[in-house]
């Protein structure tokens, strides 16, 4: 069993829609919690961070967490064509100020039709 | 700022030659880390520096070395190139208490054959 599990899609969806992007995880030492984008041919980039459990809010972005049932999730609302992507989730334990070793998932490739 | 930067972009090495991937960063980051993506694997770490002159393995070490004499680069080395070394390589750095933050660079697409 993988740490990370991410449903690799591919996720295609019309314009406007709202998508969501989950991952569950085993580890329970994992304590924060990350998702980037990565465009094609292009390394990641850091969309959100969230620490423990609860919702965090940017923009369209919003992050999820649930400690208590292993799972997390990436809600896009308003979804653009420039949202399409490749989105992974990434996780990863540690005292504040060290250098962290991520675990990643798979990634879910995200198609926004116009 | 450029960022992290790696060269070369592309390569294609035959089984047993060796290379080195470069990769240099100007944002005074502390931390570095060397990943592999495979095609629906998302990104193992390989190897990582917290600071120069200090290096640890990662979850894929196999074949693999790096140094870090200063703080801004980070080269990895292929010994011995194999074809289950093919992968595309990104080059990562990260700072202090954000060490999740981790800026990527654009990659290096590797082909051994």
């Known amino acids: ?114 | 700022n450029a960022g992290v930067t790696q060269t070369p972009k592309f390569r294609i090495l035959k089984i047993g030659q060796s290379m080195t991937l470069q990769c240099t960063q100007d944002m005074n980051h502390n931390y570095m880390y060397w990943y592999r993506q495979d095609p629906g694997m998302g990104l193992k770490l390989i190897y990582y520096s917290v600071g120069a002159g200090i290096t640890d393995k990662g979850e894929v070490p196999n074949g693999y070395n790096v140094s870090r004499s200063t703080t801004e680069d980070f080269p990895l080395r292929l010994e011995l190139a194999a074809p289950s070394q093919t992968s595309v390589y990104f080059c990562a750095s990260s700072y202090g208490v954000r060490g999740d933050e981790q800026y990527f660079g654009p990659g290096t697409r590797l082909t051994v054959t």
């Open chain 1, 1 to 114: 069993q993988k740490e990370v599990e991410q449903d690799p899609g591919p996720l295609s969806v019309p314009e406007g829609a709202i998508v969501s992007l989950n991952c569950t995880y085993s580890n329970s030492a994992f304590q924060y919690f990350m998702w980037y984008r990565q465009y094609s041919r292009k390394g990641p980039e850091l969309l959100m961070y969230t620490y423990s459990s609860g919702n965090k809010e940017d923009g369209r972005f919003t992050a999820q967490v649930d400690k208590s049932s292993k799972y997390i999730s990436l809600f896009i609302r308003d979804s653009q064509p420039s949202d399409s992507a490749t989105y992974l989730c990434a996780m990863s334990w540690g005292s504040s100020g060290s250098a962290r070793q991520l675990t990643f998932g798979s990634g879910t490739q995200l198609t926004v039709l116009p």
